[in-house]
Every structure is written in structure tokens, then in C-alpha cells.
């Protein structure tokens, strides 16, 4: 689990447990503070799974607009397109492997509607040369 999972799941998990203690505590209002244990997890399981599509439409979004990019600034050329891996990266991240460069990848951004290249990776022993490096303009 990422630093954020952990932060994000213990402030959620806290307001619940404090909740529940006090419900064993008053037992006059018990179903009140339960009730509300309740109203508070339901919000929360909402908000998430609210986050986690915004979430993935941005990537589709990003995806979109770096596969117009890709195809206005190398026609005629194939690619593969995917998200950039990892627990803790920026979810707007795109890589592209072109398949006449199949050792390198590309890492693109979409800010403010812009596509920007942001470096690459390569397989050991790749040749040097970036065919499809963008110079920032």
C-alpha cells in the first residue's frame, strides 16, 4: 500500500471507530451514533468509488488526446498507447511504445489540453538514438 492509501484509509476508518466507541458508551443513544457510523461509511465508500471513475476518465481523456497528438505528428506510424504504471505516480501519465522502437517508450502528459513529452524509458543495450523525442516547445 502507497503513504496516501494508508493516510486516506486511516482518516476514514477514525470518525467510524470513534463512533462506535462512543455508541458503547451511551447506550441511550446508541442507534443515534450508529446511524451515523453508518451515514458516514456510506458517504465515504461513495466518495471513492466517485474518485476512482473520475479517475479513470481522465486516463481515457489522456489517452485520447495523446493518441490525436501521436496521430497528427507522426502519420503513417503504429504505436502501442497504455497508462504509466505505478502505486503512486501521476494518473495522468501515458506510455507509448512505436513499434519501429520497440526498446524505447515515451512518457506523455495532457496539461491544460497540451500534450508534453516527458522523457522515456529503454531496455538495456538499446541503441541511443530517440527517434520520437520531442523537443519542448
Known amino acids: 500500500m502507497s ?7 486511516f482518516f476514514m476508518v477514525l470518525p467510524i471507530l470513534i463512533l462506535s ?14 446511524a451515523l457510523a453508518l451515514l ?4 465515504e465508500v461513495i466518495y471513492l468509488i466517485g ?4 479517475e479513470k476518465r481522465t486516463i481515457m ?7 490525436t497528438h501521436l496521430r497528427e505528428r507522426y502519420p503513417g ?4 498507447i497504455r497508462r504509466e504504471e ?21 512518457t506523455y502528459y495532457v496539461e491544460g489540453g497540451k500534450v508534453k ?3 522515456g524509458f529503454s531496455e538495456e543495450g538499446a541503441d541511443k538514438e530517440w527517434k520520437h523525442y520531442e523537443e519542448e516547445s
Open 21 to 34: 466507541l462512543v455508541a458503547l458508551f451511551y447506550s441511550r443513544k446508541r442507534s443515534v451514533f450508529l
Open 77 to 80: 506510424e503504429q504505436w502501442f
Open 61 to 67: 481523456e489522456n489517452m485520447g488526446t495523446v493518441e
Open 51 to 54: 474518485e476512482k471513475d473520475t
Open 117 to 119: 513529452q516527458d522523457g
Open 86 to 106: 505505478g502505486v503512486s505516480l501521476n494518473h495522468g501519465g501515458i506510455e507509448v511504445i512505436f513499434l519501429n522502437e520497440l526498446d524505447k517508450g515515451y
Open 40 to 43: 458516514i461509511s456510506t458517504t
Open 3 to 9: 503513504p496516501n492509501a494508508i493516510v486516506t484509509c
